[in-house]
């Protein structure tokens, strides 16, 4: 049986428009973004849609009325939208809402993320009115991006939402020319997942909050390679420490991306 979640419309700063979060962020970089921009839209509480919730059911469609405005976020994975959130988008139903997209990279690049998330929030029923690539601190190789986003990038975000709001206020719903490629880019599988280190303590919270269920309840170092989508919740979250893909493989791809994320990016924004 298909339930129905219906968010209606209060108070807000323009035509009594509410806003709604919608977003992907197992290590919490992509909320914070998500965040900033929309309580600079709107300093009210809005409604979340977490799409990384461990317990998301594809029984429950989620309704956006007309008279909202969504904020949908979503990290780049090797720059792309994440397999499970544009799975789960599909249970999103918005009827002619509009929608400011917002990807969040690691400061190397965001390639077809943004055009992508585009596509699904347009799929869903939405008009994107705005779309803003923003850095934060890189999921995998956390020495790159640390502190992001910082304060000068949440001064751009709170900058950009003036505008944003300026252009609803106004009645203006054109949809910005937003960079990628279709199709989007090939991602690969890397088959790597992370395991727990000596330092672990079993206590289950890696198997409790991974987004995808990949991490056996009654072993954790058992991991679904075919599930895992290498969003690392488990290793931010683990209270021990004791959770990480090999050394070897972090190493090579610290190498990797030294030269990519040399120089520090800043906010794309597209109104």
């Not at 699904?120 to 803003?132: D, I, P, R, W, Y």
């Amino acid at each position: 049986m298909m339930h129905t979640a219906v968010f209606y419309a209060t108070h807000s700063f323009f035509r009594k428009m509410k806003t709604i979060e919608i977003f992907f962020s197992p290590t919490g970089g992509t909320r914070k973004v998500c965040d900033a921009l929309t309580r600079a839209i709107d300093n009210g509480e809005p409604t979340v849609i977490d799409m990384a919730k461990p317990e998301w059911t594809n029984s429950v469609q989620h309704i956006v009325p007309t008279d909202c405005l969504a904020v949908i976020a979503a990290p780049s994975f090797a720059g792309r939208v994440p397999s499970t959130m544009a799975a789960r988008m599909a249970q999103v139903r918005a009827e002619g809402g509009k929608a400011v997209i917002v990807c969040v990279y690691g400061n190397r690049a965001y390639d077809d993320t943004l055009v992508e998330l585009q596509d699904l929030a347009e799929q869903s029923g939405f008009t994107v009115v705005a779309a803003v690539a923003a850095i934060a601190e890189h999921s995998v190789v956390r020495q790159y991006a640390t502190g992001r986003p910082d304060s000068d990038d949440m001064a751009m975000l709170t900058n950009f939402a003036n505008k944003i709001k300026l252009k609803l206020s106004s009645g203006e719903y054109s949809v910005p020319q937003i960079p990628g490629n279709r199709p989007y880019r090939e991602v690969k599988p890397s088959g790597v997942v992370p395991m727990p280190s000596e330092g672990c303590t079993q206590c289950g919270l890696c198997a409790q909050q991974c987004p995808v269920q990949a991490i056996s309840h009654d072993d954790v170092s058992q991991t679904d390679p075919s599930r895992c989508i290498m969003c690392m919740r488990c290793v931010a979250i683990c209270p021990a420490k004791a959770r990480h893909i090999p050394q070897q493989v972090e190493q090579m791809l610290a190498a990797h991306l030294k030269p990519l994320c040399a120089t520090r990016k800043h906010p794309e924004l597209y109104l």
